[in-house]
């Protein structure tokens, strides 16, 4: 089809081809999103080989002083001249090496020469005491001794010993840390090599005062974002890298880190959810299934009934549009658990609605009973927001188009199909994606209705519920179980199907660029 | 660029947001291991003390002369934490301040905390951060093995043991004790679970089993709730078909896919076939406390499966005079009338082994659980003791809970917990082969209950 064949269609016309196209791009979409995720591996590691090109051609073409600060951080400046930057990369360098002698060597050692996996913990008693060994490792025994002096039982001498997790989370701030300094090793190479590009031109390299001006001139953003940045990396980074370390260890109840230390295991605990424990990795197939039939009906019957809703109020001849949006927008305005928890009583066995209608319908206690009304709910709580969008949304389609379709001899549903829907929908995509997200990671529904239940021991193992979703299951393993490994490997895979979900949809919905022809 | 002043306001917003974020951590810099620092000094310790009295004057200067030295170490203060549930804590504070009056001395002070801590998680608690826990806590009878296993408490001092040992009921001792060790002070003896019923609907006959209960309790438009659905009470039913519940080292054994495993949950089914018809088996979304509390204020229940902790509100709605309690009734389980079993616990007083104050902990324990601290505790909280004198007492011999426990015991039908289940019985599903057979209304088929149970079984043996 050429442009000639697309300016003569109608409008109507137009959009169910751009429709057509959006879907029939779905597969291309995906192929150039692979390609995208290739195309950057490849840029990455073309980046790290002129890294080091330019690390080594600096290098060889460096003057002693800069072949000096390859060693010697800040000598290069030093000696071209600039002295007090120099000092402040020399004093980074010192800075760097007492910090590793002092603090960050011996969680390095712990992690890659014990491998924390040589540590563990054997209860012994010693003439009658007993003593608590808290992890033997390469720099020996430590204890707790408890004595008894016939009065009493206490602790006489309580040596220093590791836990797990304070060497796992610092040995993740000590890599940080070498990141960092590495970035500045690297920052120190490179001003070395200018300053004495600059030098050889004949031009005085820049002072530090000037440059420390810079800060609040042309470098402004680095001044405004170094701390942003830290705290970011201290609060945010840091503990993720934790997180996803915990899942190749085997940091449960029964190796808590305290007592008894966790140790690697590779990736036996993905092994475990996937092949390796056939029930544990059944449970985890029935309850991303879930998962996913949940997020899809929990997003299309929200937003579908929300429109639907929201042309009833909108349709000409409703009076009181106000007033019927207003009685909408209240169930939207009780907190959300509010209204899940008054659900749950009337849901309930023995609740209201059961106790009034003196009949014994298991809304909540029977599997496919429970999951319908999980939804349904869903639906009272989420509608009325669909709603209020769309309805918005109704308010902005320039009537002209509807004129022109009627005077076509489009009738109410033909406009509706190919105006209405279309507009809303093209619009709506980002906001459905990220519900979509939101759904496979809404904990509240499903913990206030009914808390994962019912359980069945013949699929499920873990504490898994029949109406768990994967986050809710991590609740449970964190908060009642202390499985930390497998919430851990749940955690990163929650992730990895978010993740993977919505960069596909978003790019799709933006390689299909239609808003504007609405506008 | 933008201009001057706009720069300086954008820097102080990031200043300020990082003094926000910073004023979230506090200090605190305790720090890292140096190596072997900690050479182990094996001190001698010194021979059997004699046995302390809190009756005697000169028993009573000793642990004061004791107590002082503490103190000395410390600065001149007594400063110890105690952790009890949050229904306890005016009683068990009322408690402290007779201790702090008794130990009086010119050359200490006392500032003892009573903070809230349910004796359910108590003992994790301590496990979890033991330096950071209470001096003294009050704890669930089946949390000792892990205490142990975490070396977090102490043994009760050399001093009082010999009397503790005499002292309490034999059962009470031994969930206290572990390779022939006292480490514990029992308190109660009470957390189980027994039937508590309305005396004006039943006869004392009528309680001995549970088909004629719900019969009665139908006829009267009532119902009588036993929550099926709740690991903890259904294990009842598995211990009296034969089922082999059982936690040694840290392994867990539960024998439901067996024979005996379906003849427990048939008797389940039986009963439940009466659901809505005199019988309630699951509290539904509300909790077992609430439900019970709210269904005898209702007047919607005759009689219910709960412990004494419910009795107060029990006697409220009924009237003292019309509560009964009995031990469990029989039910029928392969064809003939058998003695349903329970969990029967206790509720413990343990010593934190890093306490500064290691004795006056002890003594403090000692003292929250002599004789007359339970009759006190029986009371104002209606709270059995563990005391073989306290519990002579007539009040307590005549509370109708006392004699339930009592009966439960008999014959080896009450079950310690602490030997039973670990922590991960609860996780495994347990609750749900009870809780599918209440909501099937008992009409699940035998081969179904086996699926489920032998899946719970293997939930509970191979679970994490």
Redesign the interface.
């Known amino acids: 089809m050429d442009y000639l064949d697309y300016v003569q269609m109608t409008k109507g016309q137009r959009f169910a081809y751009k429709l057509k196209s959006f879907f029939t791009g779905i597969p291309g979409a995906i192929v150039k999103f692979f390609k995208a995720i290739g195309f950057f591996i490849k840029k990455f590691f073309l980046g790290i080989g002129h890294f080091f090109k330019n690390y080594g051609t600096r290098f060889a073409k460096g003057d002693i002083g800069t072949k000096l600060s390859y060693v010697i951080m800040g000598a290069g400046s030093i000696m071209h001249g600039q002295i007090v930057k120099g000092l402040i990369l020399l004093a980074t360098e010192v800075g760097y090496i007492f910090f590793m002698i002092g603090f960050g060597a011996k969680y390095i050692e712990r992690i890659c020469v014990s491998k924390i996996t040589t540590l563990t913990w054997t209860p012994e008693v010693v003439n009658g005491t007993p003593y608590i060994v808290r992890g033997t490792n390469t720099v020996g025994k430590t204890v707790k001794q408890v004595v008894d002096d016939g009065f009493s039982q206490y602790v006489a001498n309580e040596g220093k010993y590791d836990e797990s997790n304070k060497v796992l989370l610092f040995f993740v701030l000590t890599m940080i840390v070498t990141l960092a300094f590495f970035i500045i090793y690297i920052a120190n190479t490179k001003t070395a090599y200018n300053t004495q590009l600059l030098r050889a031109e004949g031009k005085k390299p820049i002072g530090f005062v000037d440059e420390m001006k810079t800060f609040l001139d042309d470098r402004f953003h680095i001044t405004l974002l170094t701390l942003p940045i830290v705290l970011l990396i201290v609060f945010n980074i840091l503990p993720i890298l934790f997180t996803i370390l915990m899942a190749f260890t085997n940091y449960d109840k029964a190796h808590d880190g305290q007592i008894r230390l966790y140790q690697w295991v590779g990736f036996q605990n993905f092994a475990e959810v996937f092949y390796a424990d056939a029930k544990k990795s059944k449970t985890f197939g029935l309850v991303l299934v879930w998962t996913l039939i949940w997020a899809f009906f929990a997003t299309f019957t929200n937003f579908i009934f929300g429109i639907i809703l929201a042309l009833l109020i909108n349709k000409k001849d409703i009076k009181f549009k106000g007033f019927w949006r207003t009685m909408f927008v209240v169930t939207a305005a009780v907190p959300q658990f509010v209204t899940l928890l008054v659900m749950r009583l009337l849901l309930d066995d023995t609740g209201g609605f059961n106790a009034a209608f003196g009949t014994h319908m298991p809304f909540l206690s029977d599997a496919n009973w429970a999951r319908v009304t999980i939804i349904i709910v869903n639906m009272w709580v989420g509608i009325p927001y669909t709603m209020l969008i769309s309805s918005g949304l109704l308010m902005n389609i320039p009537e002209d188009l509807y004129e022109s379709a009627r005077i076509d001899g489009a009738n109410a549903v033909q406009q509706f199909t190919k105006i209405t829907f279309p507009y809303i929908f093209f619009v709506l995509t980002p906001y459905l994606i990220t519900t979509f997200v939101g759904n496979i990671n809404n904990f509240n529904v499903i913990y206030f209705l009914t808390g994962g239940g019912p359980g069945d021991t013949i699929n499920y193992s873990n504490a898994a519920g029949q109406t768990d979703l994967l986050v809710t299951w991590l609740y449970k393993l964190t908060a009642d179980q202390k499985d930390y490994k497998l919430a851990a490997v749940i955690g990163i895979l929650v992730f990895i199907v978010c993740a993977i979900g919505s960069l596909i949809t978003f790019n799709m919905s933006k390689a299909a660029k239609n808003e504007e022809e609405f506008s | 660029?933008?201009s001057k002043s706009k720069?300086i306001i954008?820097?102080l917003m990031?200043?300020m947001?990082?003094a926000t974020?910073m004023a979230g951590c506090t200090g605190g810099g305790d720090d890292?291991?140096?190596?072997?620092?900690?050479a182990?000094?094996?001190?001698p310790?010194?021979?059997?003390?004699q046995k302390l009295s809190l009756d005697s004057e000169e028993d009573v200067t000793t642990i004061k002369n004791?107590m002082a030295e503490e103190a000395a170490a410390n600065g001149g203060t007594i400063t110890l934490r105690m952790w009890c549930a949050s229904d306890d804590k005016q009683f068990e504070t009322s408690l402290v301040d007779e201790f702090k009056t008794k130990f009086a001395d010119s050359r200490y002070t006392f500032n003892i905390t009573t903070v809230v801590k349910g004796e359910d998680q108590a003992g994790g608690k301590v496990?979890?951060?033991p330096t950071k826990a209470a001096d003294v806590f009050s704890f669930a009878d089946d949390q000792l093995s892990d205490l142990l296993?975490?070396?977090a408490i102490?043994?009760v001092?050399?001093?009082y043991a010999a009397d503790i040992k005499e002292s309490n009921s034999e059962d009470a001792i031994g969930v206290s004790s572990s390779g022939g060790e006292l480490y514990a002070y029992p308190k109660t003896s009470d957390n189980g679970y027994f039937m508590y019923y309305d005396k004006t609907i039943f006869s004392d006959d009528d309680v001995k089993d549970m088909d004629t209960m719900i019969a009665k309790a139908q006829a009267a438009g009532k119902s009588v709730f036993f929550n099926l659905g709740d690991a903890w009470y259904n294990a009842g039913f598995f211990f009296t078909a034969g089922c082999t519940i059982k936690y040694e080292n840290?392994k867990q054994t539960a024998t439901f896919g067996t024979p005996e495993g379906l003849s427990a949950a048939k008797a389940m089914s039986h009963i439940a076939e009466n659901?809505?018809k005199g019988f309630?088996g699951?509290?539904?979304?509300?909790g077992n406390n609430a439900f019970v509390s709210q269904g005898f204020a209702e007047g919607k229940l005759a009689a219910a499966v709960i412990g004494t902790w419910m009795g107060p509100d029990i006697k409220k709605s009924l009237g003292k005079d019309n509560v009964g309690a009995a031990k469990l009734p029989t039910v029928l389980m392969d064809g003939q009338q058998k003695q349903l079993d329970a969990f029967g616990g206790y509720k413990l007083v343990g010593?934190n082994?890093?306490?500064k104050c290691?004795?006056s902990?002890?003594t403090l324990a000692y003292y929250l659980t002599c004789e007359a601290s339970q009759i006190k505790r029986y009371e104002t909280r209606g709270l059995i003791p563990t005391n073989t004198k306290a519990a002579a007492n007539d009040e307590i011999k005549s509370d109708p809970a006392f004699k339930a426990i009592a009966d439960q015991k008999e014959g080896g039908h009450s079950h310690a917990q602490g030997q039973s289940v670990g922590?991960?019985y609860?996780?495994?599903?347990?609750?749900?082969?009870g809780?599918?057979i209440v909501?099937s209304?008992g009409t699940l088929p035998d081969s179904k209950l086996e699926?489920?149970?032998?899946?719970?079984q293997?939930?509970a043996e191979?679970?994490?």
């Open positions: 660029m933008a720069k954008a820097l990031t200043a947001m990082a974020a890292e291991e140096g190596g072997a620092s900690a182990p000094v094996v001190q310790s010194q021979q059997a003390m004791k496990v979890e951060a296993q975490a070396g102490a043994k001092s050399g001093v840290g659901v809505d309630i699951t509290p539904g979304t509300m010593v082994v890093n306490s290691s004795f902990a002890q922590a991960k609860w996780g495994a599903g347990v609750d749900s082969v809780s599918q909501t209304k699926e489920l149970l032998k899946g719970a293997q939930n191979e679970g994490s």
